[in-house]
């Protein structure tokens, strides 16, 4: 049975950046809580925020208090957060008027600009909710949303909290102790500390942007007008190798805007395609984001996998990776200096088989490598998943198929391997070399290294050889 290879939810954003700050990349090296810098009297090394506030003091951003300490617990001022936030926009946050209250400049351009209201400015002297912080930072960095997901939180779909969750800014809190689901407390007041590391994350985003965003000439763009459909495997291959599951791309060009479209089209029409061919490494994901941040001259895409049933879903495929290495070399251990391609192939095959069973309860977290190689109870996507991991392991070049296949008279969604075995290429289904229910120490070679037209008799795809080829890492 097939896993869910996407759910995609399409973020479309209109986003205009105001001159940029010169905010550098972050780096803050490793080191022992006892070694770490005493940066403020109630700051401690082991607070998780410490290098938030660590870095924003460092960076002249944010201070603390004549007596040397932060209040990190307090709430903070309505009129800081504003000060913040319009600064990471890259707003003149100017603070000394001739006479009058030390916010009155930046609040009066914040007011004529639309970021915030009457309502806002009649309490300055107050303090700001998580809520009224988020809209905030929408409002300053210009983020219109057309369509937005679901949201990851269980006490709101307040649309500013799910688009500044998508980007990594505002991330949430758990719902309890020891729970898995995430809060946005949007009613909370917003505290010092979490102001702090949601301004640096704001900081970043902003810089990271307008990293890639062409430059006032229009030299050295990175990308044509439109993400072609050959681009759009490199993108799958960076996500295939990022950390966290998430790139960022940017076309460039008079038609840019105009492309956007298209652009869009291509990443939708390729993703299962995509997927296929970095399925090894992509299989724990099921669910994908894409938003789109427009600026004259430019779109970035922001292109994010997650898994929408709450797995980690980067862990996992470190986990399996882990794993593939050492069955690759225990097996690499046992083949002679003459073996060929094929008989790497049919090593792998058989070794899968016999550790791993086909998962009857047709669970959609059977379907990556992780359940094949840790779990040792899989779907069709976790064969396939750990088979091909291991193929490329071994130098194979290889991709997987989604399609369907029939057995019993009864057509189900299906994936298996496409690989290229000693010169050719050839069709491996390791899910169907498994017996169901399992027999220990049995393995079938019925669907392995077959040709198309063996295949065809039970298996149908909607991918041509060529343009499977052609896909192949």
Known sequence: MKKLLSVIAVLTAVFILLPAMSVLPVSVAAADEEEKEIIFSDVAAADWFYDCVKIMRDKNVIGGYPDGTFLP??????????????????????????????????????????????????????????????????????LSVDELPASVFIDTDDSCAVILNTIGVFLGEPAGEGDSQKAFYGDRFLKRCEMAAVVLRTMRYVDKINSLLPTPDGSEPQYSAIITEDECLDLFRRLAVSNDGQVIYCTVGADAVNGRDATMSNITDMFELCMAAYEECLSSYNYLRISTLTKSGGVTYTITLTNSEGYPAAERVSEALAAAEKLYIE???????????TDFAAAILDRIVLSCEYDLTYSQASGDAYSCL??????????????????????IKCIAVPGEATSDGTTEGHIWSFAQLDGSWLYIDSTWCDPVPDVAGRTSRTYFAVDFDSLSETHSTQYTKDRLIQCAR
């Not at 097996?331 to 391609?341: E, K, L, R, V």
């Open 73 to 142: 617990e307090n709430n903070a001022g309505r009129a800081e957060a504003l000060k913040l936030i319009m600064g990471a926009a890259g707003y003149d946050v100017a603070t000394q008027p001739e006479e009058g209250n030390w916010y009155e400049i930046f609040t009066a351009e914040a007011l004529d600009k639309g970021l915030i209201d009457d309502a806002f400015v009649s309490d300055m002297e107050g303090y700001i909710t998580r809520f009224e912080f988020a809209h905030l930072i929408v409002a300053a960095l210009g």
């Open 331 to 341: 097996i690499w251990d046992t083949m002679p200096n003459t073996a060929t391609q």
């Open 374 to 395: 840790i779990l040792n109870k899989a779907i069709c996507g976790g064969y396939t998943s750990a088979y091909n991991m291991l193929l490329k392991r071994a130098g």
